[in-house]
């Protein structure tokens, strides 16, 4: 089994060949389908590593042997299932881990059953559910205020720094920061002096309807406003090559060679940082910080009871139920209890992270590899 990946257009594609080299239908047509369905990049890559896991096992299955792959798929049933399931289970692999790949799996087989999918398959080989159970939902991880502080301290630069802090202060994911352009930006000169939070409509990641993007408004402090103000107006990004000054299409951050960011490069610059700084690397990631970004709402000025913050939490990380912003709830009462009688306002959290980690140009640390 071969899993080939090949760029074109900024987008990538995934051919699946077999031993032979020659092409596997099925799982190639679904992957096309799904870009063409404008799922996300990560997501693809992710649902392409399982189906080659899946379809490896099925070329290495004895039960199998003399079959092509592309007929194997087809002919799967429930027994089958349950045998690459107990087969990843004995190679140790986590509970969590098999149910989401069988999950996924499962979504593969649906398609498979659907005109788009050309109904290879009469029926899915499962019933009205997994065999393996979702595993409980864990508190997310959060971040503090104090801890982005130290991360961004171990970045090199102010480019590195305020598009970090800006995916703490937005709460916005990683795969949303890398395609915003300036003129997202809201214009100050709109609002009164006395506003300290401005509306961000943001290009949202994970439409279900089919949509290239799903759009939604969260806020952004004033301080962090300034700051990526200040960012725009600096040398390095205002004569950048490829880019007009005031151009509104140009990207809001830039790496510090003047390309635009990517995922993995945020990823890696984000975790490099926090290693510098002593921590773990596995402590810390972009999706942290949109934990941590709920935690904060939770314990700010936004609203006199949980409900309130609940609500306004929604609208900022963009989840379409209320029961995905739920899991934050589950914070222990006495966390927050213990914060009851001190003055937790974002926008001064979001000043005094800007004047611990402010970096002006002529204090940035070049690092030869890094990109970001």
């Excluded at 490896?56 to 039960?63: G, L, S, T, V």
């Excluded at 003399?66 to 004995?90: C, E, F, M, P, T």
């Excluded at 916005?172 to 997202?184: H, Y």
């Excluded at 610059?269 to 949109?290: D, F, N, V, Y």
Aim: one cysteine or more; aromatic letters at 10%.
């Amino acid at each position: 089994m071969i899993l080939h990946k090949y760029i074109s257009h900024s987008s990538t594609s995934y051919i699946f060949l077999n031993a032979h080299e020659r092409v596997l239908v099925h799982p190639t047509l679904y992957l096309r389908h799904l870009q063409k369905h404008n799922r996300s990049q990560q997501s693809q890559k992710h649902i392409a590593n399982v189906l080659n896991l899946y379809c490896k096992w099925i070329e290495e299955n004895d039960a199998f042997v003399g079959v092509d792959i592309d007929s194997a798929l087809v002919s799967i049933l429930d027994g089958d299932i349950l045998d690459w399931l107990g087969y990843q289970r004995a190679k140790g692999t986590s509970e969590a881990t098999i149910n989401n790949r069988e999950v996924l799996v499962r979504e593969f087989y649906r398609w498979l059953t659907s005109a788009d999918g050309g109904r290879v398959c009469q029926n899915i080989p499962w019933g009205r559910r997994t065999f393996t159970r979702s595993p409980h939902r864990r508190l997310p991880r959060f971040v503090t205020a104090e801890q982005v502080t130290r991360l961004l301290k171990g970045l090199h630069n102010e480019s590195q720094r305020v598009a970090t802090h800006f995916m703490y202060d937005t709460g916005i994911r990683v795969s949303e920061l890398v395609r915003l352009s300036c003129n997202a930006l809201p214009n100050e000169s709109d609002w009164p002096d006395e506003v300290n939070y401005y509306p961000l409509l943001i290009p949202g990641s994970k439409p279900y309807d089919g949509s290239k993007f799903k759009y939604r408004f969260t806020i952004i402090s004033r301080p962090m406003l300034a700051r990526v103000r200040r960012y725009h107006s600096s040398a390095r990004y205002t004569l950048v090559k490829g880019w007009g000054v005031f151009e509104p299409e140009k990207p809001m951050f830039l790496t510090t060679h003047g390309r635009p960011l990517t995922i993995d490069s945020v990823q890696k610059a984000i975790k490099a940082a926090w290693t510098r700084q002593g921590g773990s690397e596995r402590e810390m990631s972009p999706h942290r910080l949109r934990h941590g970004t709920a935690f904060s709402v939770l314990q700010s000025e936004f609203g006199k009871e949980l409900l309130d913050k609940m609500l306004v939490l929604k609208s900022i990380l963009g989840h379409s139920n209320i029961s995905t912003t739920e899991i934050y709830s589950a914070i222990p009462i006495t966390a927050l209890q213990s914060l009851k009688g001190k003055r937790h306002v974002r926008f001064e959290e979001a000043q005094r992270i800007y004047e611990d980690t402010y970096l002006p140009e002529r204090s940035h640390k070049e690092r030869r590899g890094h990109t970001i």
